[in-house]
């Protein structure tokens, strides 16, 4: 069974400095990945993809995550966080063995600190 | 780009009342998915349509329904509702089925007093 495990709850990063969302899966399958962000009382908005293409994906706003099989990582990165980017970030994975449901992880709340 | 449209927006219900959650995926889309998040939780799958065929089912009470129409747009049909079904509803398109990645919608929050 396909699963995700986002290891930290909650980040706290000052404006200007990186930002490393960790997550971790578990897919019997060649997984596809996912990143989704979520802003207070908004919906779910798409960061980015993997699909077994590049395993450096890049996303909107400067985001980035890299697909490691070895490590069953996708860790999602940014160099330089901005006020906007504080919200809460969501780690997906799906595959063929759970009819391409997607499975999301608990979710790690990002706070960009002034 | 058009994205995926939920209505409405906010909705508020006495218990055991219903509602009805409107889904209107993106232009092209055949295939939409409904989700509920509780408060702190992630997404929680309900059901999908593909060609308005259920495709799909997750953990939907038995008191929800949902169907998609002829111009592919969806309802999410609560009834009896409880104060536990107080949540953010999601819906999501997708093209050409599951294998496809899902938009997501800008929710509909439902208070159940």
């Known amino acids: 069974a396909q699963s995700v495990t986002q290891l930290d709850s909650h980040v706290s990063v000052s404006e200007g400095t990186p930002v490393l969302l960790r997550c971790n899966y578990s897919?019997?399958?060649?997984?596809?990945l996912f990143w989704y962000v979520q802003h207070p009382n908004k919906g779910l908005q798409l960061l980015l993809k993997?699909?077994?293409?590049?395993?450096l994906v890049k996303g909107i706003n400067g985001f980035e995550a890299e697909f490691k099989k070895s490590e069953t990582s996708f860790h999602l990165t940014k160099p330089s966080a901005h006020m906007s980017d504080a919200a809460e970030y969501f780690c997906?994975?799906?595959?063929?063995?759970?009819?391409?449901?997607?499975?999301f992880g608990a979710g790690t709340t990002v706070t960009v600190r002034a | 780009a058009a994205g995926v449209i939920q209505s409405p927006r906010h909705l508020i219900k006495e218990k055991r009342e219903t509602a009805t959650l409107k889904c209107y995926p993106i232009?092209?889309?055949?295939?939409v998915y409904w989700y509920q998040q509780g408060p702190g939780q992630d997404p929680q799958f309900l059901i999908s349509?593909?060609?308005?065929?259920?495709?799909d089912k997750g953990s939907i009470p038995d008191r929800f329904s949902a169907q998609q129409f002829s111009d592919y747009h969806s309802e999410l049909n609560m009834s009896s509702l409880e104060l536990g079904d107080s949540a953010l509803y999601f819906c999501?398109?997708?093209?050409?089925?599951?294998?496809?990645?899902?938009?997501f919608g800008p929710g509909t929050r439902l208070t159940v007093l």
């Open positions: 999501a398109s997708s093209r050409g089925g599951a294998r496809d990645t899902q938009y």
């Open positions: 897919s019997s399958y060649s997984p596809s």
């Open positions: 993997y699909t077994s293409a590049a395993t």
């Open positions: 997906v994975v799906s595959d063929r063995a759970n009819d391409y449901k997607l499975s």
């Open positions: 232009p092209r889309h055949d295939t």
């Open positions: 349509f593909y060609e308005k065929m259920q495709s």
